[in-house]
């Protein structure tokens, strides 16, 4: 069972940048779609983004395109998340998650089976 590990979150102000890791291990990682969601507090948790296992495709949900970045290294069985421009929307915790193989959709939280334990983002003014 692979076993993921965010790290960077952090309390930043508008306009900032933050990068995200998520570290997995347990399973060949670049046999894996990784997503990024979110979770805000008395919201439903919502994807962010995604970087497909082979063709190095990526998806964006639309509030995040052209300040979210979504990256991975094979080599350091490690996922990315470069947020520039950060918005008091932002603020939330944030997930990485293995995309189960066959699932329909990268970006529903249904089609992922393992997530990390969260790291938190905060945006402030």
């Known amino acids: 069972q692979v076993q993921l590990v965010e790290s960077g979150g952090g309390s930043v102000q508008a306009g900032d940048s933050l990068r995200l890791s998520c570290a997995a291990s347990?399973?060949?990682?670049?046999?894996?779609?990784m997503g990024w969601f979110r979770q805000a507090r008395g919201k439903e948790r919502e994807f962010v983004a995604a970087?497909?296992?082979?063709?190095?495709?990526?998806y964006y949900e639309d509030s995040v395109k052209g300040r979210f970045i979504i990256s991975r290294d094979n080599a350091k069985n490690t996922v990315y998340l470069q947020m520039n421009s950060l918005q008091l929307e932002d603020t939330a915790v944030y997930y990485c998650?293995?995309?189960?193989?066959?699932?329909?959709?990268?970006?529903?939280?249904?089609?992922?089976?393992?997530w990390g334990q969260g790291t938190q983002v905060t945006v402030s003014s």
């Open positions: 970087y497909s296992r082979g063709g190095g495709s990526t």
């Open positions: 347990g399973r060949t990682f670049s046999s894996l779609t």
């Open positions: 998650a293995t995309r189960r193989p066959g699932s329909l959709s990268a970006r529903s939280t249904g089609s992922y089976d393992v």
